[in-house]
Each structure stands twice: as C-alpha cells, then as structure tokens.
C-alpha cells in the first residue's frame, strides 16, 4: 500500500542530535530497559535490541549492566560485565544495533543498597548502614562504604568502563537514578547520613557523582558520549530527593555530561501503568530542565501521541523522546511515522506485562506486540511473516485478541480468511475490559488489528454469525480454529478450591462477565472474592464503588491484587481501594455462600468470619468456551474436508491478553511449516558453557 509523506510537523522529529562526540540520527531514544533475559539469554536479547535500531530508533540502550561481582540484584536477570569474559555478549549487541545505523549505548549499575548480592553472598554496600532496599524486604543490610571503598568503587567503575568501550559502545551511562543505584543513594538524604566530604550538603552528596563522570569522561575521551541518568524526584516530599533539590544538583554539574536522561523515582512511579497515570505524567518534574544545561535532555511518559513528542522538541522540554514501552510494543515506530504510516504505529496499552518479564526473571513479553522476546528465540519479526505455503483458506470463529491476532498475521502471509463473530462487535474480552474504570487505554489492541484488517483484502469478517456444529461443517474450511474465548466461573473454583463452594439456592453469585453485560446486582453490599489474584478483582471492586454499592473485597493473599507487584500497581491498587471506601479482608477464603451472608475463613487459623451480604462476586477462574470445539473433534471430519480443528488462546486454556495475542500469532506463523518431532524444543536458546 502507497503512503504519502509524513506531515511537515513531525520533520523537527527526524533532525540529528549531537551528543557529545556522537551524533543521534533522529530524536528517536530507546532508553535503558530490562527484559528478564540478560546474561541467561544474551543472542535472544541482543537480536532483539537489533530489531528496534532497525525499526529506526536512533539510539538503543542495555538494561542495567552490573559492573562488579560485589553487587548483583538477584534474583533479576540483568547483564552482567564482571570481568573480560562478559565482552563478547555485550559486543554482540552492540553489532546488531550497529548493523542498522543506531547508536548503543549501556547502562552501567552498582545497585549497592538495592543489591541483595543472592548470588555472589559478598555484603552490600552503601552510605549508611541500612537494610537493603530491595523490592522483597530480603532479610540483608548494606554496611557504610569507607574512604578505601569510595576509592575502590571508582576504580571499577573506571575498569567496567573500559571494558564497556572495548565491547563497542557509543554511549556509557553514568546512572543515579530510579533509588537503584549507589549513586542515587548518596545523592538522597533518604540513605545519606554521612558526615564526610561525600555527605550533608548538596555539593558533599554531588561529589562522588562529579568524580565518577569527570573519570568516565576522561577515559572514553572523544570516542564515547557520557550521560548521566537521574531521578529529578521521589515523590515522597521533603522525606526524600525532590525536583527543586535535584534541579540544583543538575546545575551544579550543568555542562559536564554530555547528555542529561531524566526520570522519577523509584521504577514504579517512572513506569505507571496506564491504569494510574496518562501519558506524559512526568512532565511536571523535568519540564524546565533544559535551561539548567546546554547538553540534550531526555525523558519518557509512555508517549503515543506523535503530536505531543513534537511539541516537547518544539517547546525545549526534551531534545529526544525517550521510550522503553512504546519502543516495545512498536519497535518500528520510528520508521513507520517516517514513511508517513503513522496508523499503523501499534500503541502501547500500559499494560506493563512487559515488566512482569523482569519480575518474573522470564523473556520480556507484550500485549500489543507477540514477537516481542522471540526475534531470535523463534526468529519472528514485529513487520514481515513468510509467505503462506498453501492456498487452503482458514475459518477463525471468534473476534477475540486471539482471533484478531491470527487473522492479521494470516492475512499478512497471504491465506484467505473468514473470521466469524458471534457478537455485533469484534475485540471479545478487550472490548469488554476496555469500558472497565482505568483500562480504556487497552483497546489499542483491538483498534490497531482492526485497521490491519481492513487493509487485507483476502480477510473477510462476519458479525453477528454464531456458528453451530452444522454450519461449520457445511462451508468444508480445511482449516478451523476456535479462538471463543471463555466466561469466568460462577462457583468459586479456583486457586483455592478446586471443587465448587456450597452455594444456596436463593444466593445472589454475579460474575465479572455480569458486570460487562451491566447486570449489577440488587441490594447494596457486595463481597468481591479475589482468588485470581491479577487486576480484575480489584477493577471489579472499584467499579462497583462507582456504582455506590458497600464493597468488601477479601483474598486469600496477603494484599490485594499480589499478582501486580510483577506489573509495580499491587501499591497503586490497594490505595485507590481504600480511598474509594472499598474494605479489605486478607488472608481469608471464602467458604460458603448463603441468600443474605457469607462465610471466610482465615487461611492461617480457620476462624470463621461471617459477612452480611446481598450478593458475592468471585473472581477466580474461568472455563473455555469449548463446546464448539469438542463437537467438531467428534465429527467425521475426513467427509468435510476439514484438516484441523484448533483451539487458541482463552479458548484453549484462559490467561492474559498477552497470552491470547501471542496464541494467535502463533498460530499463523506455524501454519504449514513442516512439524516438529514431539521431543524437539520449538524454540532457540544458549546453553552455558562448561569449564
């Protein structure tokens, strides 16, 4: 398909930036990210960071690169430059993001304070003598570096260094932000309560951040550029680092890097879900950086909008649009808003399953984009799928993300498609979710497969076409596959009970598919039972709070909604139930279910607690929509000319959309390719290396 050229506005977007003694193609900036792949998986990382300089970023950075043995943050899989054997990892990334004409960067890190050291059992260090400040509360406390440790630290900064420009970077960072690093800790009153040259004054807590860029400078000379990457607040008022306090810290040190990277701290608040923050939430703190320096500045907010990233250049709030999640759920956003195809830019929902990668220590994945983590693992690639191999047309019965996802990339390879939607509507549980209180951002996934769709003239969709057995029969697809989806439980089943809970028979039990449709029950107290564990327990009482109903939401869990400490929101959640007056019972289950109470029982004890109540809503887990599929496998299928009836994504075994997406692109990019002995490993990985 021809596009025009891209809109004169959206030039300011493509002009070089020169940082220091290297130049940025474009304003387009990949900030440092991690991935849950690291050292464990450095090709499948490397390959994967190559794709994104293809896709036109014009710099790509590392996750933090632990510098040195005495301070590793297992159990998270990051990179690691410990000694010279960690070159060639790191050198192979630096290739792939050469290969297409983008500059690399990386992201050296002593945690310090934040590193547990699982791994290495060596004893943290820090400014103070403090327990570590790890997200796991891990029972470890970080001893107060002295003189001889301040001197050490800066002589490994100074090897790591070295070896960092040895691997081929162009860009070492010198990184004090997001309360994950050493340096950010001795520039916070928070963890610096030193009475020496490197503590109390804002100058004393500066000097050891002055001194290790001025050594950074001085060993890369005019090979490599040098930014700094800073927190410019922790939003904990006067108890911690605050934009005023950080803005003179910046002015101290002004000109000396050669690029300025800000952030908030810590990650949570950096990286907020969409859920609890718009895009461009942390414009208020690093507006009015720039004229603190002459040196670039850049910084993030979740930005989509290409209209707001140009008015940040416009308006001198930022010289390149910084980006971890977009440049994720689109590595090619750069290139296509180049080439004029700015709709179809997949947007990132802020959803931040990414992150789960990280705190999961698994393969970074993404709800928009199912190539995300197997560019080499799998050899998929977010823009181009091989050719179809067949001319047998393909039958996709429901409009899910799975659906959707396996129509796009079967259109793409070339197969003819129908896709049948039994409702008037296509997107399944997207659409439904999206209308939830904080989630509208998420029918992005629905929206950008739709005008795919519509460019595909060999994908045809019906609505409203709710097929039988019959009917499916009867139009003799050679290939089936039931995308359904599937409803959530009305009994109780789940995590904790296996079998359904006793009910009585005048008891009011809704559902969160009840909820979608609008059939709120009567009365107004209502017990949300959370035995799922994710966000639709939590959404579920929230929603119901709007409505005015008395909610108490109960889990067997410790908190509410545990699950999303892996997407950093468990927090944000719990805080915006009890604003919204939702009480909280944890460490409960729920064990019976009568007309007007309910009993929990504590998971420790088994003491009962009796609730009054008009009706209950468990969130816990959900059956596939699978009739469809079980009465087609019962068919004679050989008479029809059907070859294969597959279930995919809800329909198959319900997870997350990023689970179902996935599903659907894997669904189309194993169509017709020659299958595998049942012993083989369907995906690439590394193996290490005995000595």
């Given at each position: 398909?021809?596009?025009?050229?891209?809109?004169?506005?959206?030039?300011?977007?493509?002009?070089?930036?020169?940082?220091?003694?290297?130049?940025?193609?474009?304003?387009?900036?990949?900030?440092?990210?991690?991935?849950?792949?690291?050292?464990?998986?450095?090709?499948?990382?490397?390959?994967?960071?190559?794709?994104?300089?293809?896709?036109?970023?014009?710099?790509?950075?590392?996750?933090?690169?632990?510098?040195?043995?005495?301070?590793?943050?297992?159990?998270?899989?990051?990179?690691?430059?410990?000694?010279?054997?960690?070159?060639?990892?790191?050198?192979?990334?630096?290739?792939?993001?050469?290969?297409?004409?983008?500059?690399?960067?990386?992201?050296?890190?002593?945690?310090?304070?934040?590193?547990?050291?699982?791994?290495?059992?060596?004893?943290?260090?820090?400014?103070?003598?403090?327990?570590?400040?790890?997200?796991?509360?891990?029972?470890?406390?970080?001893?107060?570096?002295?003189?001889?440790?301040?001197?050490?630290?800066?002589?490994?900064?100074?090897?790591?260094?070295?070896?960092?420009?040895?691997?081929?970077?162009?860009?070492?960072?010198?990184?004090?932000?997001?309360?994950?690093?050493?340096?950010?800790?001795?520039?916070?009153?928070?963890?610096?309560?030193?009475?020496?040259?490197?503590?109390?004054?804002?100058?004393?807590?500066?000097?050891?951040?002055?001194?290790?860029?001025?050594?950074?400078?001085?060993?890369?000379?005019?090979?490599?550029?040098?930014?700094?990457?800073?927190?410019?607040?922790?939003?904990?008022?006067?108890?911690?680092?605050?934009?005023?306090?950080?803005?003179?810290?910046?002015?101290?040190?002004?000109?000396?890097?050669?690029?300025?990277?800000?952030?908030?701290?810590?990650?949570?608040?950096?990286?907020?879900?969409?859920?609890?923050?718009?895009?461009?939430?942390?414009?208020?703190?690093?507006?009015?950086?720039?004229?603190?320096?002459?040196?670039?500045?850049?910084?993030?907010?979740?930005?989509?909008?290409?209209?707001?990233?140009?008015?940040?250049?416009?308006?001198?709030?930022?010289?390149?649009?910084?980006?971890?999640?977009?440049?994720?759920?689109?590595?090619?956003?750069?290139?296509?808003?180049?080439?004029?195809?700015?709709?179809?830019?997949?947007?990132?929902?802020?959803?931040?399953?990414?992150?789960?990668?990280?705190?999961?220590?698994?393969?970074?994945?993404?709800?928009?984009?199912?190539?995300?983590?197997?560019?080499?693992?799998?050899?998929?690639?977010?823009?181009?799928?091989?050719?179809?191999?067949?001319?047998?047309?393909?039958?996709?019965?429901?409009?899910?993300?799975?659906?959707?996802?396996?129509?796009?990339?079967?259109?793409?390879?070339?197969?003819?498609?129908?896709?049948?939607?039994?409702?008037?509507?296509?997107?399944?549980?997207?659409?439904?979710?999206?209308?939830?209180?904080?989630?509208?951002?998420?029918?992005?996934?629905?929206?950008?497969?739709?005008?795919?769709?519509?460019?595909?003239?060999?994908?045809?969709?019906?609505?409203?076409?709710?097929?039988?057995?019959?009917?499916?029969?009867?139009?003799?697809?050679?290939?089936?596959?039931?995308?359904?989806?599937?409803?959530?439980?009305?009994?109780?089943?789940?995590?904790?009970?296996?079998?359904?809970?006793?009910?009585?028979?005048?008891?009011?039990?809704?559902?969160?598919?009840?909820?979608?449709?609008?059939?709120?029950?009567?009365?107004?107290?209502?017990?949300?039972?959370?035995?799922?564990?994710?966000?639709?327990?939590?959404?579920?009482?929230?929603a119901l709070a709007a409505k005015g109903y008395a909610v108490t939401y109960a889990t067997p869990a410790s908190e509410a909604s545990t699950w999303t400490r892996n997407t950093m929101e468990q927090h944000f959640i719990?805080?915006?139930?009890?604003?919204?007056?939702?009480?909280?019972?944890?460490?409960?289950?729920?064990?019976?279910?009568?007309?007007?109470?309910?009993?929990?029982?504590?998971?420790?004890?088994?003491?009962?607690?009796?609730?009054?109540?008009?009706?209950?809503?468990?969130?816990?887990?959900?059956?596939?929509?699978?009739?469809?599929?079980?009465?087609?496998?019962?068919?004679?299928?050989?008479?029809?000319?059907?070859?294969?009836?597959?279930?995919?994504?809800?329909?198959?075994?319900?997870?997350?959309?990023?689970?179902?997406?996935?599903?659907?692109?894997?669904?189309?990019?194993?169509?017709?390719?020659?299958?595998?002995?049942?012993?083989?490993?369907?995906?690439?990985?590394?193996?290490?290396?005995?000595?």
């Amino acid at each position: 398909m021809k596009h025009g050229p891209r809109p004169a506005a959206y030039d300011i977007l493509f002009e070089p930036v020169k940082i220091g003694p290297v130049t940025a193609r474009n304003r387009f900036y990949q900030v440092p990210h991690c991935n849950g792949m690291g050292y464990r998986d450095p090709t499948a990382l490397a390959t994967m960071r190559g794709i994104k300089a293809e896709g036109g970023w014009a710099v790509v950075c590392t996750e933090q690169v632990e510098m040195h043995y005495s301070s590793d943050i297992t159990p998270f899989i990051e990179l690691r430059l410990w000694d010279d054997r960690d070159i060639p990892a790191l050198a192979r990334m630096a290739e792939k993001i050469h290969e297409h004409g983008a500059l690399a960067g990386i992201e050296l890190a002593y945690n310090g304070m934040n590193g547990p050291n699982l791994y290495s059992r060596e004893v943290p260090m820090g400014p103070a003598h403090l327990p570590v400040a790890t997200f796991s509360y891990d029972p470890v406390q970080a001893r107060r570096m002295d003189k001889t440790d301040i001197a050490n630290l800066r002589a490994w900064h100074l090897t790591a260094v070295r070896r960092a420009q040895k691997a081929g970077f162009d860009l070492i960072y010198v990184y004090a932000a997001h309360a994950l690093g050493f340096l950010h800790h001795f520039l916070s009153r928070r963890y610096n309560d030193r009475t020496d040259e490197y503590g109390g004054s804002l100058e004393n807590r500066v000097r050891l951040l002055r001194e290790i860029t001025e050594e950074t400078k001085a060993a890369v000379g005019d090979v490599c550029a040098v930014p700094i990457r800073i927190s410019v607040d922790e939003l904990l008022g006067e108890g911690g680092l605050e934009r005023a306090e950080v803005e003179d810290m910046i002015g101290l040190l002004a000109d000396l890097p050669d690029l300025w990277d800000v952030t908030l701290a810590g990650w949570e608040n950096d990286s907020r879900t969409s859920r609890f923050a718009e895009e461009g939430a942390q414009e208020p703190f690093i507006s009015g950086i720039r004229r603190l320096t002459n040196k670039p500045v850049v910084g993030v907010g979740r930005y989509t909008s290409v209209d707001r990233m140009a008015a940040l250049v416009r308006k001198g709030v930022l010289d390149l649009i910084g980006a971890a999640r977009p440049s994720i759920a689109d590595p090619f956003l750069p290139k296509k808003l180049q080439e004029g195809r700015i709709e179809d830019i997949r947007e990132c929902i802020g959803c931040n399953i990414c992150v789960s990668g990280d705190f999961t220590q698994s393969p970074l994945r993404c709800t928009q984009n199912p190539t995300m983590g197997e560019e080499w693992r799998k050899g998929w690639h977010p823009e181009r799928i091989r050719a179809r191999e067949s001319e047998k047309p393909v039958l996709i019965i429901g409009g899910g993300p799975a659906g959707l996802e396996a129509a796009h990339a079967l259109g793409k390879r070339g197969y003819d498609v129908a896709l049948a939607e039994a409702g008037t509507e296509l997107g399944g549980r997207v659409t439904r979710e999206a209308k939830l209180p904080g989630l509208a951002a998420w029918a992005r996934v629905r929206d950008y497969r739709l005008l795919q769709l519509h460019k595909l003239p060999n994908v045809q969709t019906y609505l409203a076409s709710r097929l039988c057995t019959a009917e499916v029969l009867e139009f003799g697809y050679p290939r089936i596959v039931i995308a359904t989806g599937a409803k959530w439980r009305r009994d109780g089943v789940g995590h904790q009970h296996t079998s359904p809970l006793p009910i009585a028979p005048r008891a009011v039990v809704v559902t969160p598919d009840d909820i979608m449709d609008g059939a709120y029950p009567a009365g107004t107290r209502v017990l949300v039972w959370d035995d799922d564990h994710y966000y639709m327990g939590g959404v579920m009482a929230e929603a119901l709070a709007a409505k005015g109903y008395a909610v108490t939401y109960a889990t067997p869990a410790s908190e509410a909604s545990t699950w999303t400490r892996n997407t950093m929101e468990q927090h944000f959640i719990q805080k915006r139930l009890l604003e919204a007056g939702v009480e909280i019972i944890v460490s409960h289950t729920l064990t019976a279910i009568a007309p007007d109470h309910a009993v929990l029982d504590c998971v420790f004890t088994g003491r009962q607690k009796v609730l009054e109540i008009d009706a209950v809503l468990p969130v816990t887990a959900r059956l596939p929509e699978e009739m469809l599929l079980h009465e087609l496998r019962a068919a004679d299928l050989a008479a029809t000319g059907i070859e294969s009836v597959t279930a995919i994504g809800d329909a198959l075994a319900p997870a997350t959309i990023a689970h179902a997406v996935y599903a659907g692109r894997r669904y189309a990019e194993e169509l017709d390719a020659t299958p595998l002995p049942p012993d083989t490993l369907p995906f690439r990985r590394e193996i290490t290396e005995l000595l």
